[in-house]
């Protein structure tokens, strides 16, 4: 399965994962061959990539951090939430603690899984993928610095609902594409300190979950926001939930660009990490995520290409890749493996974008089905954006 941005999809590709709505409901299903129009209609929901069988990826395997009836559970929990948090009704404890402990529980599960791959999402639920997102990467970050699962409750809580205080923006203003004036980014400023409130209300949420969502914009160096807090001021568990929120932010495609890939995301963390992140979590944060996650394509130093298909959490770097063209392109005559963990004069040169690696996609007769999309017509307007911010 190979990822490729959605003005690459042509008919006949077979995609290779679902692709959901809003409500994490499934709108295209996974084997199914891409037809002009759905692929219209991809577009115009602001889907910018997709995965798709191809002959070169055949047979690999992963895991993921949690299953995807844990993500799909927790993203209709923070629908749900949001929602009624915004109609202004209590918090549902019971379904934020069910949702954080499955989470938790699938994560110390696969405690050796790198995080391998970004989900493909509509951006109309972006900040509920995205919350569920921060929530794993935040548990993943916690557990890996030895957090007890109380404290990775309290961390998984607040991380969840990191962004809560948003329900209490105009949404107008959360959509809004062009650039915001200075009055603008003081409303959307006003989103940590309503979500504190949210969460503090809620006796059953510990003041530590509240403070994850009044202090996730914070920075080491004071230039963070709302109270522009420094070094030791801002608790672990906003820190973590920081670096998660720019990582998740910065790999995610959003409405008409595509998010960078992993290994340039952990750059500029790493990068960040002099100044506004804590060091110490961002190489906990680091160490877990693969930076060529599998079906990454890839140049080695021998200007071959091919795919990344497994990856090794002691060699992050040094990945097995499939190798398959020669440097001239040229496909080989029977692919092959090397595990760069193993072959130590072979490393990456480049991750290729998909205009460089030649897709040829696997197509096979399918049964046709109903329009997909029918269910969702009357929905498509209500188009729930999300800020970088
Ligand atoms: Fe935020």
Known sequence: MLRIPLKKARPGMILARHIYNSNGKVLLTAGIQLEEHYIKRLKALGISSIYIHDKYTDGIEFIEAISEETRLRAESTVVKVFQETRENRKLNVKAIYSTTEHIINEILKNKNALVNLAEVRAYDNYTFAHSVNVCVLSVITGASLGFNKAQLR?????????????????????????????????????????????????????????????????????????????????????????????????????????????????????????????????????????????????????????????????YRHRPVVRVIFDPELKELPKFREVDLSKNKDLYIAKVLTPEEFPIVSESSPQVRREDPFAELRPAENKVVKDSLV
């Not at 980014?185 to 994850?212: C, T």
């Not at 963070?224 to 670096?243: D, F, N, Q, S, W």
């Not at 959003?254 to 998010?259: A, D, E, I, K, Q």
């Open 154 to 314: 309290d961390l998984g809580i607040g991380a969840l609902l990191h962004d809560i205080g948003k329900t209490q923006i105009d949404p107008a203003l959360l959509n809004k594409v062009e650039p915001l004036n200075d009055h603008e980014f003081e409303a959307i400023k006003k989103h940590p300190h309503a979500g504190f409130e949210i969460l503090r209300q809620a006796p059953e949420i510990s003041l530590l979950s509240a403070h994850v969502a009044f202090q996730h914009h914070e920075r080491l160096d004071g230039s963070g926001y709302p109270r522009g807090l420094k070094g030791k001021e801002i608790h672990p568990y906003a820190m973590i939930t920081a670096v998660a929120d720019i990582y998740d932010a910065l790999v995610s495609d959003r409405p008409y660009r595509l998010g960078i890939p992993p290994h340039q995301a952990l750059d500029t963390i790493a990068h960040q990490a002099e100044r506004t992140l804590d060091p110490e979590i961002v190489a906990a944060f680091t160490k877990n995520i693969a930076p060529y996650p599998v079906t990454t394509p890839v140049q080695l130093n021998t200007g071959e290409i091919g795919i990344v298909v497994d990856v090794n959490k002691n």
